[in-house]
Structures are given as C-alpha cells and as structure tokens.
C-alpha cells in the first residue's frame, strides 16, 4: 500500500508537471495499479515509479543497442498494454517467458502512444534510484 500511496503522489504530480490537474481525491478503489496506469497514460506521465501485473501478449527480440534488454508486450486488466524493456545487462533475464504468461512489475513508467513502456526494472547498483523487478511464477529477476 505504501508503493501505492507513493505512486498517486508522484502521479499527480506528474499530471501538474505536464499541464494537467491532479485530482484532490480519489476512490480506495482506483488505487489499483491498473488505475494507476490508465491515468499515467492520459496524463502522458514520465519517469513514474509504479507497480503493476499483466499478461505477456507478445516476447520481442532483445535490443541490443546500447544496453542489452529483454524486451516483451504485456496487457493488463485494464486492455492497457506497455512495453517491459528488462535491462539483461543489469539483472537475470525472464526465462522461457512465453505468451500468456502472468507477470508482476515495479519499475518506471514512460508514456507513449501506444500505451507505455517499463523500465528500470532492475537493482540500482549506485543506491540512486528506487530498484525495480519482474516477477514471474514465484521467481523474482531484480
């Protein structure tokens, strides 16, 4: 719950940083993080901290430009769907993910057209930023 709280703070204040009002209050209810999500989106929220779970939709090639990332579409309840980019240079890649598999996320959210995309899913190893993980089937990559 504390991620939660944290996260519709720095959400509304993403929204007021990007031209947008933050809501005064809110429903227990839309502290989910699909909720979440759905109002980072139409906010076009950046550099958010979130919590979230979805469904894999599709496992991408890995890209390799740069830092190397385990890159895979997931769905959420919602219909929502963001892109995960698991930076496998930093932490273990997914084994064997595969469609239809369930998998849980913190990390950071940045919007884009088509929904958004996670990333720093992975330890901070200079203690600068709040880590991230994926976890699927009971195992944590961190």
């Given at each position: 719950?504390?991620?939660?709280?944290?996260?519709?703070?720095?959400?509304?204040?993403?929204?007021?940083?990007?031209?947008?009002?933050?809501?005064?209050?809110?429903?227990?209810?839309?502290?989910?993080?699909?909720?979440?999500?759905?109002?980072?989106?139409?906010?076009?929220?950046?550099?958010?901290?979130?919590?979230?779970?979805?469904?894999?939709?599709?496992?991408?090639?890995?890209?390799?430009?740069?830092?190397?990332?385990?890159?895979?579409?997931?769905?959420?309840?919602?219909?929502?769907?963001?892109?995960?980019?698991?930076?496998?240079?930093?932490?273990?890649?997914?084994?064997?993910?595969?469609?239809?598999?369930?998998v849980a996320f913190r990390?950071?959210?940045?919007?884009?057209?088509?929904?958004?995309?996670?990333?720093?899913?992975?330890?901070?190893?200079?203690?600068?930023?709040?880590?991230?993980?994926?976890?699927?089937?009971?195992?944590?990559?961190?």
């Amino acid at each position: 719950m504390k991620h939660v709280v944290a996260a519709i703070v720095l959400l509304g204040l993403a929204g007021v940083a990007a031209g947008g009002c933050a809501s005064p209050s809110h429903d227990a209810e839309d502290d989910t993080g699909d909720a979440i999500l759905a109002r980072a989106f139409e906010e076009r929220a950046h550099d958010l901290q979130v919590e979230g779970g979805g469904t894999v939709v599709r496992v991408l090639a890995d890209d390799t430009e740069g830092g190397r990332h385990q890159r895979f579409v997931m769905r959420l309840d919602s219909g929502q769907t963001l892109l995960v980019a698991h930076n496998i240079d930093l932490a273990p890649r997914v084994e064997d993910l595969q469609e239809g598999d369930a998998v849980a996320f913190r990390g950071v959210y940045e919007w884009n057209a088509e929904g958004g995309t996670i990333h720093w899913t992975h330890r901070d190893l200079e203690g600068k930023h709040a880590s991230g993980w994926l976890r699927r089937g009971g195992r944590t990559y961190p």
